[in-house]
């Protein structure tokens, strides 16, 4: 099971760390994902951490804004957002997936096996 937590509103320019907390003993051995989806727009890839932590991969929208780190003792997963922007308004979600990193890296959902909920965050102009 995972849950996000730490979404909420914030001004432009503002940073944000969301948390994703994962139960079960084997979450040190799944990639983790972080993905958003805004109101009738389709499910984005925002980056991912791979199982060790060593490995990350970010796309174009959100490099260098945008980083993503674990900590396995605690079974936990960050993203920490900066400069938001009103675009980055969206329900985040994180997901784990087993597929090897290269995999993981094609950015598609449909490779990662199990998802939180989502928390939303909201960037007010």
């Known amino acids: 099971q995972l849950v996000e937590s730490g979404g909420g509103l914030v001004q432009v320019g503002d940073s944000l760390r969301l948390s994703c907390a994962a139960s079960?003993?084997?979450?040190?051995?799944?990639?983790v994902g972080w993905f958003r989806q805004a109101p009738g727009k389709e499910r984005e890839f925002v980056g991912a951490?791979?199982?060790?932590?060593?490995?990350?991969y970010y796309p174009d929208s959100v490099k260098g804004r945008f980083t993503i780190s674990r900590d396995n003792a605690k079974n936990t997963v960050y993203l920490e957002m900066n400069s938001l922007r009103p675009e980055d308004t969206a329900v985040y979600s994180c997901?784990?997936?087993?597929?090897?990193?290269?995999?993981?890296?094609?950015?598609?959902?449909?490779?990662?096996?199990?998802w939180g909920q989502g928390t939303q965050v909201t960037v007010s102009s």
């Open positions: 951490v791979s199982y060790s932590g060593v490995d990350t």
């Open positions: 079960g003993r084997t979450f040190s051995r799944y990639h």
């Open positions: 997901a784990a997936g087993a597929a090897p990193w290269a995999v993981i890296t094609h950015t598609r959902d449909t490779d990662f096996d199990y």
